[in-house]
């Protein structure tokens, strides 16, 4: 084990090594993984326990780490590596001086003090670490130097789940039409071994088998560093069922199943959903909105400066109100991975028990999309190299094509128009004549409330940076976009990128319609928009000035919350992610024919007759 470790340790270019460490917000960012030199001390050890993992059948399991360093310093670190024994790097050049480097980010991390103040004194500690099954081994390597400079010690005995290519971590989400379901997990079982199917039935009733597709993506379809060098990780396969023809407000058991070769099946855990209601039903539906939530890691590993404060907080308020929610939209900014791909195994953990009980349906942000000549709109390196390829692949969404990250999607009361922000969406763009069909297409007689969604801002925040451009939106947000809400009457425009949440008043072409603040009713002369991208990742700032539209600005961790109660009642919550208690509300009331009413330029100006 040590002496693989050694030989896999060859030289690297300094500029390769740096390459992705731009910006910093990527805990793992921070590991200067290629300046690794290798320095193991006899005295030395680090041992983990226990060996084998999930005997009862458990996808996670806390470890303990033991380590004995006998020169210890304050920056000791210890990483966690999977797979246990790193692929091989070559050399960058054979001509220029080799520096010896790992060519492999660890999955996670911490600091060897964090739970003995005494280690720099005895150099002897341990810590507790959560895994989760990730499809290969694990070991723990203790590293000096800090994590600029990190300088191998010792190496730990490796550790494995008993069934690491077990399928794992479903994900729901409404298919194209309302009565579809989609089911997609991730597995170790390529087609060649095993063929992937769901086992699915109401309650009480005879349960049938659909088969489900297999794709994954390989470190060649990333668009640049770190996801196509340190950052990569077999993301092993993906897998989805589309299960068809459901009865609408039935409960469904579901549980996943992989046929081998020899004719045995391997299975997960039994789960449940709750079916879509008929579209334009008359019942009580309730609806999760937020943007930039991020992962952490329940065992405090990976962090620094709080980079996902609040992500924990959110995912278990709403884990804790799941009987109280029939479907979450997460507009963006998902995993924050940003090219480290171990992480989207991560998050698909840490929201299992929200998207495996409830469609969990995504937008595409900046952080899943933006890369430099990779066709995105914004010329960014945000997305790590990832281009979008894991996000595309790990989740399913019903758009028409998958690399174009635009859709709607029914459900009972609500028409949903998610839009890309990441893609060009200005007048005359093939987006845009989406926007506009996807509006338009809407029956408001049926289905009375119109959700419009992106993951930048592309109607109005006063969050500091766009304060500062002066236009308190997106470069060209509106420009185009604001007279097809008030054309198609929008009720309500949501966005994330900025970490904070704010309401606005009912508005068009930046005049308040409509001088209440709690209640609404009667004619919808204006679309009010909402930014509630503070679902866990550090906080942004606000203007000092408080926009005239501005009805209620919270800086803190939270999500919305719509609760149709009929055709004609909604109600709007506001919470916070900390204490899931509501500290910003308004309700609607309106008619069909309130919605029918002509309001400015949301009518054709002339008739036939006339």
Known sequence: MVWFWV????????????????????????????????????SASISAEPVLLGLKGEDTEWITVNFVNPKPSLDDWVGVFSPANPSACPPVNERKKQLPYICSAPIKYKYANESSSSYAKTGTASLRFQLINQRADFSFALFSGGLSDPILVAISNPISFTNPKAPLYPRLAQGKSWNEMTVTWTSGYDIDEAVPFVEWGRKGDLQVRSPAGTLTFKQNSMCGSPASTVGWRDPGFIHTSFLKDLWPN?????????????????????????????PGQNSLQRVVIFGDMGKAERDGSNEYSDYQPGSLNTTDQLIRDLDNIDIVFHIGDLTYSNGY?????????????IASTVPYMIASGNHERDWPNSGSFYDTPDSGGECGVPAETMFYYPAENKAKFWYSTDYGLFHFCIADSEHDWREGSEQYRFIEQCLASVDRHRQPWLIFSAHRVLGYSSNDWYSQEGAYEEPMGRDGLQKLWQKYKVDIAFYGHVHNYERSCPIYQNQCVNKEKN?????????????????????SKFSQLIPYWSIYRDYDFGFVKLTAFNQSSLLFEYKKSRDGKVYDSFTISRDYKDVLACVHDGCEPTTLAS
């Open 7 to 42: 030989l896999v340790l060859f030289t690297a270019n300094l500029k390769l090594g740096l390459a992705h460490i731009h910006g910093g917000e990527q805990p793992l960012a921070k590991i200067n993984i290629l300046q690794t030199t290798v320095a193991l001390h006899e």
């Open 250 to 278: 039935f409960v469904y058991m579901y549980r996943i199943g992989h046929l081998l070769y020899n004719g045995s099946v391997v299975w997960s855990k039994t789960y449940s959903f709750k079916s879509s209601p008929y």
């Open 341 to 353: 791909i171990s992480q989207w195994d991560q998050f698909t953990a840490q929201v299992e028990p």
């Open 519 to 539: 209640h609404y009713s009667g004619t919808v002369n204006g679309t009010i928009h909402v930014v509630v991208g503070g679902a866990g990742s550090h906080l």
